[in-house]
């Protein structure tokens, strides 16, 4: 079992900055990788980056290229969104998930992720 647990969220208006953090709890010696994704009212949970506990290596979506950073502090189990030039479309509840093994629908799919966080509000005014 793992647990996750996010915080940092809030409100801020655009093109303000919020930094988000997931901390892990349990077995966090067997985690593959970690993602964010989010979720508006009416609308599915969208993916938008992932980090691999191997190498660091990170994966993002489109729409937040160059906006959003994810990184990871091995030492405190812990995984972080930085959010830059943040957009009222951005608003949302975001959600860490941690996945055991190899992605095999792909890290930018709900499927791959094998535990989730109870997720943060983030609120961008206009």
């Known amino acids: 079992q793992i647990q996750l647990v996010e915080s940092g969220g809030g409100m801020v208006q655009a093109g303000g900055s919020l930094r988000l953090s997931c901390a892990a709890s349990g077995r966090t010696s067997r985690w593959y990788a970690m993602g964010w994704f989010r979720q508006a009212p009416g609308k599915e949970r969208e993916f938008k980056a992932a980090?691999?506990?191997?190498?660091?290596?990170?994966y993002y979506a489109d729409s937040v290229l160059g906006r959003f950073t994810i990184s990871r502090d091995g030492a405190k189990n812990t995984v972080y969104l930085q959010m830059n030039s943040l957009k009222p479309e951005d608003t949302a509840v975001y959600y860490c998930a941690c996945a055991l093994t190899f992605a095999e629908y792909g890290l930018g799919d709900v499927r791959s992720y094998d535990y989730w966080g109870p997720g943060t509000q983030v609120t961008v005014s206009s």
């Open positions: 980090i691999y506990k191997s190498d660091g290596s990170t």
